[in-house]
């Protein structure tokens, strides 16, 4: 089982940065794929980046790559999401969510099973 806690949301104006962090609990932190999903106002949840447990291959929506960068430090229990260039349609509450031993549809969040609380992200034009 593993506890999850997203921080470094805020407020920023657009073009400007920010780095997620999604911190987890457990000593089996390295075996989880971590994936960052967003909701904005009366829209669904969807699908950002994602780094698989296993030889850290990463993922992206169409309207973040080249933009942002998800990594994982294991040492740490930490994925960070590192957004640069941020649009006002960015703005949402970001959510990290995780899977153990999972590869394969990341863009699923039917597929999770362990979720942090969200931490929102607030883009200004």
């Known amino acids: 089982q593993v506890q999850l806690v997203e921080s470094g949301g805020g407020l920023v104006q657009a073009g400007g940065s920010l780095r997620l962090s999604c911190a987890a609990s457990g000593r089996t932190f390295s075996s989880y794929t971590i994936t960052w999903f967003r909701q904005a106002p009366g829209k669904e949840r969807g699908f950002v980046a994602g780094?698989?447990?296993?030889?850290?291959?990463?993922y992206y929506a169409g309207s973040v790559k080249g933009r942002f960068t998800i990594s994982r430090d294991d040492a740490k229990n930490t994925v960070y999401l590192q957004m640069n260039s941020l649009k006002p349609e960015d703005t949402a509450v970001y959510y990290c969510?995780?899977?153990?031993?999972?590869?394969?549809?990341?863009?699923?969040?039917?597929?999770?099973?362990?979720w942090g609380q969200g931490t929102q992200v607030t883009v200004s034009s």
């Open positions: 969510a995780a899977r153990q031993y999972y590869s394969g549809t990341y863009s699923d969040d039917n597929e999770y099973n362990y």
């Open positions: 780094i698989r447990w296993s030889g850290g291959w990463t």
